[in-house]
């Protein structure tokens, strides 16, 4: 170890071997593709060229793999009878271009917007044969 800088060691969940042994300051990219989709955490332990320890622990979550999306069920929904799903997965592609190709969910019109386009053209019919009786 070197006598003016301190020494970080990075873990990755429960694994007892490091990930990556480095001096500090050090700029380090983590390659999420190497793990799982999930849960994860990143402890991070240093050494002091003094001799103290340090310990620090991140949380996070890695989604690489394709998005998921589906309508007609939401987490903890009580259901019965048929349901009428509507899934897509995409993938974000290479981040270096875009991915328009299955990028975007068909969704179905909200009932609310159903009742305002119906409130519409009920108040045009309205307006145009009101208007109409006035010339």
């Not at 990556?20 to 799982?36: G, Q, S, Y």
């Not at 974000?92 to 969910?105: R, W």
């Amino acid at each position: 170890m070197t006598k003016d800088k301190s020494k970080v060691f990075l873990f990755i969940d429960n694994d007892p071997a490091p990930i990556a042994e480095l001096d500090t300051p050090i700029v380090f990219d983590l390659d999420t593709r190497k793990l799982t989709d999930g849960e994860h955490i990143l402890k991070i332990i240093s050494h002091s060229p003094t001799g103290r320890e340090g310990i620090r622990t991140i949380h996070f979550t890695v989604a690489n793999g394709p998005a998921i999306r589906i309508e007609g069920l939401k987490n903890k929904d009580v259901v019965d009878g048929t349901l009428s799903l509507m899934i897509n997965a995409y993938d974000k592609g290479n981040q270096k271009s875009f991915l328009i190709n299955g990028s975007e969910t068909p969704q179905t019109i909200p009932f609310w917007i159903w009742i305002i386009i119906i409130l519409f053209i009920g108040w045009a019919l309205y307006y145009e044969i009101t208007s109409a009786n006035i010339q």
